[in-house]
């Protein structure tokens, strides 16, 4: 073995005699080779520190100074000059390492020329070929007939000549490029190959780019390719995106080529031109930041000339959000503002990719928020300043009516963290200009100031819990046109007084072979609230709000503050619950709960039905989570009156593994007061790969076979017997490629429905080929737990391939 430390000269040594014998000539190399200045010195060598973790990448100072080993059969030269190893010559510095049949190193000039069998495996990348010249830690030099494998992604090929630019950099000439895994088969050939004159590696970049090639598919050419760039790992990178082609009725074909600029870490933009045969062309970008202190994106759209209009069309959207403290306190900035040119928008571009923006999400929304708010927060006080402005995309054929905007909102709140005798209270005041189309109202646009105090004082135990709370309201209308009564303006103050009360009782039980702990608690709530006529006033950001369990325990039954229901009722309650009494975890979960009114209800929006009953619905419900891998959640609001269920829904959810996953809903109402038309829906999601249907449970596809997948999901009306939703594909995952095809059928309104097929080739580490969309946003959007058959790839480390 040959020791060579670069260090400054070196004190003159005496001269060493070759040796005769090979076994000779190995000990005075490894003699001679001794820093004789540090054996001078005497001192002792530093004891051995512990290291946490072995290093992935060494510093260049440390690499610098890295020691250089040789070995083989014979060894012949002369020390710190240079040696010559015959028969399976070996060379190692720092995560460096050559393999030949015969080598010979030139030590002041770190520089080693091999031939015969040559391999290098440089921090886990390998090379193989005939003739190598190179700087070893420089790592620049040509090798020739090579091969190679990257450890990042596994990619490997070969080429005529390597020629390495430093640690980082190369060029590949007259290469392949593949991530298929090579069999021991002869006649292997890779699924996918890149073929090219030249291919350019930039590790550090992690980028590769190919000039004059041509893309294989199952040894059929299917994409000439003048210049392209790919990953060689997950690292973002600029350049062109796959490009996304489609057929449409409407637009004819469709092309969009999107190109990627990853501007900083922190900070890219996607630009996407694309042509429509029958329509024009558009261009498409997307912004987006990520700061310590704030966030957003920016958006837009443009098509001049649009001949299916026969009008310009754009569109645009921003949302930021930040928070930046100043010496009086934190101050925020919230937007979320999306416009459009025209009305038809939402249904001329709800299937285009990057229809809005540049974004991968369907525009079919037909309300666009104008959303900003200033919020100010310190210690116990906060105040917000908001003003919402709504774009209505409307349909002749099915209008809707606009949400009021606010312009302004200005809302303050207090709430102190300490208060004496252990009470808790808070403070809100509140102004709201709103104003709305007076085409759909018949009510007056307004001024609305409210205020709302609480207080209340919970009494807190192991064994239960008392919570009583007095509540004040107060609101003040001015009102740009007359009431019915002639009145512009109005007042209403009305307190609320609520009493909440639980216990919890605790036991150790056994179920099926399984000890938990089982809790009972009941659960009492009280509130009372006096009646006030109400029913001139108008309703602007007010509704009724839904009967579960969350809003069964609350004082008010309307969300908003334009009405305030005049409540005389006790809700009573009950959940019992298994936990693991290890973990804690919630193996089951059964309650119900019923309210009983003690007068009828008076105040109900406009054109509601009072309630009289006595006793509400029964509300049932049950959560089990038996195993990891089962789960069932289910509601029920009976009518005891009727002897009938109101509504039912049942979701139940088997995830055994990754990829594997079912999901079933069942979801049925009656006409009640909040809804009217009956429905009932039965919902269907899956993930399944179909070899576990013949008992076929591999964790990943092998070389010689691949592993198809079902997904989709389902939406079904029983009630008027048809499918509303379907979205159904297949997945096939071979070691080096991914291929989906997925039919979407959307329902956008009672008379309008909207179908496209996609089908995608994902070449795994090189790019994906979409025709008619990107099949993987739509799974994403709509296949419940859907997951990426390649999301839980991990970045191998060096050592996973020492040699």
Not at 35 to 64: K, Y
Not at 294 to 312: I, K, N, V, W
Not at 657 to 670: D, E, I, L
Request: net charge neutral; charged share 20%.
């Amino acid at each position: 073995m040959l020791l060579h430390r670069p260090r400054p000269s070196p004190p003159s040594s005496p001269p060493c005699l070759p040796a005769r014998h090979a076994l000779a000539r190995l000990a005075a190399l490894v003699l001679c080779g001794a820093p004789l200045g540090a054996l001078a010195q005497q001192e002792p060598a530093p004891p051995l520190q512990s290291s946490p973790a072995l290093q992935e990448e060494l510093p260049p100072l440390v690499r610098a100074q890295q020691p250089v080993f040789v070995r083989g059969d014979q060894l012949s030269g002369q020390p710190d000059i240079e040696a010559t190893i015959e028969g399976n010559a070996e060379l190692r510095r720092g995560d460096t390492l050559i393999h030949a049949d015969r080598m010979h190193y030139d030590v002041p000039a770190d520089r080693a020329r091999a031939s015969g069998n040559v391999r290098i495996n440089r921090a886990g990348n390998r090379y193989a070929g005939s003739l190598l010249d190179m700087e070893v830690d420089a790592f620049h030099g040509f090798f020739n007939e090579a091969s190679y494998r990257f450890l990042a992604n596994g990619a490997h090929g070969e080429a005529s000549r390597v020629d390495f630019i430093d640690r980082d950099h190369s060029v590949v000439h007259e290469a392949t490029y593949t991530t298929c895994e090579r069999t021991d088969e002869a006649s292997w050939q890779p699924d996918w190959v890149l073929r090219a004159r030249r291919i350019e590696l930039d590790q550090a970049e992690e980028v590769g780019r190919a000039e004059g090639g041509v893309l294989e598919f199952k040894g059929v050419p299917i994409l000439p390719v003048p210049s392209i760039t790919f990953p060689l790992s997950d690292k973002r990178k600029s350049g062109l995106l796959p490009p996304t082609v489609g057929l449409d009725t409407v637009s004819g074909v469709e092309y969009a080529q999107p190109y990627y600029w990853n501007i900083a870490p922190n900070r890219d933009a996607t630009i996407t031109p694309m042509l429509m045969t029958r329509r024009g062309v558009s261009l498409a970008g997307e912004f987006r930041y990520l700061e310590p202190t704030y966030s957003g994106e920016l958006g837009a759209q443009y098509m001049p000339g649009d001949r299916l209009r026969d009008r310009d069309r754009w569109a645009w959207r921003s949302q930021h959000n930040g928070v930046f403290d100043t010496p009086v306190g934190g101050v925020g900035l919230s937007l979320n503002i999306r416009r459009v040119s025209d009305d038809d928008y939402w249904r001329d571009f709800t299937q285009r990719g990057s229809g809005f923006g540049g974004t991968q999400t369907q525009l079919a929304e037909r309300l666009l928020p104008g959303d900003a708010s200033l919020n100010w927060g310190r210690n116990d006080h906060s105040v917000t300043l908001r003003t919402l402005k709504w774009q209505t995309l409307q349909d002749p054929f099915a209008p809707i009516a606009p949400p009021y905007d606010r312009l302004p909102q200005l809302h303050w709140r207090y709430a102190p963290n300490q208060l004496p005798a252990g009470l808790d209270a808070s403070v809100e005041a509140d102004y709201t200009h709103f104003s709305a189309d007076r085409r759909f109202y018949a009510q007056p646009n307004a001024r609305r100031s409210y205020a709302l105090a609480q207080v209340s004082r919970p009494f807190l135990a192991p064994a239960g819990f008392i919570t009583p709370k007095l509540q004040l309201h107060a609101t003040s209308y001015e009102f740009d046109a007359p009431l019915a009564n002639g009145q512009r303006s109005a007042t209403r103050t009305l307190p609320t007084f609520s009493l909440d009360s639980g216990l919890v009782f605790e036991r150790d039980a056994s179920f099926f072979g399984r000890g938990f702990l089982q809790t009972l608690e009941p659960r009492a709530f009280y509130t009372y609230t006096p009646y006030r006529d109400q029913s001139l006033l108008p309703v602007y950001d007010t509704a009724a709000t839904d009967f579960n369990f969350a809003s069964i325990y609350t004082e008010n039954a309307f969300g908003g503050n334009d009405r305030l229901a005049d409540n005389n009722l006790l809700t009573l309650g009950v959940t019992t619950r298994l936990l693991d009494p290890d973990s804690g975890a919630e193996a089951a979960r059964f309650g119900l709960a019923q309210r009983l009114r003690f007068s009828d209800q008076r105040v109900t929006m406009p054109g509601g039905t009072p309630a009289t009953d006595r006793l509400s619905d029964v509300l049932l419900g049950a959560g089990i989570n038996w195993t990891p891998q089962w789960s069932l959640d289910s509601t029920v609001q009976y009518n005891p009156k009727d002897g009938r269920s109101m509504r039912t829904t049942v979701g139940a959810r088997y995830s055994p593994g990754a990829y594997r996953t079912v999901s079933a809903a069942y979801r049925a109402q009656k006409v009640t007061d909040l809804i009217t038309e009956p429905s009932k829906q039965l919902d269907v999601g899956w993930q399944w790969p179909l070899n576990d249907l013949w008992g076929d449970r591999r964790s990943a596809p092998s070389q010689d076979a691949g592993r198809w997948y079902s997904v989709g999901r389902l939406n079904y009306s029983l009630q008027d017997r048809k499918l509303v939703d379907t979205v159904v594909g297949l997945e096939y995952e071979s070691c080096c490629w991914i291929g989906r095809v997925v039919l979407e059928r959307l329902q956008r309104s009672v008379t309008s429905s909207s179908t496209r097929i996609m089908f995608q080739l994902e070449f795994i580490g090189l790019s994906r080929l979409s025709l008619g969309a990107n099949p993987l946003a739509s799974l994403r959007q709509h296949v419940p737990r859907y997951q990426y058959l390649r999301e839980n790839v991990t970045q191998p480390s060096r050592f996973t391939q020492y040699d």
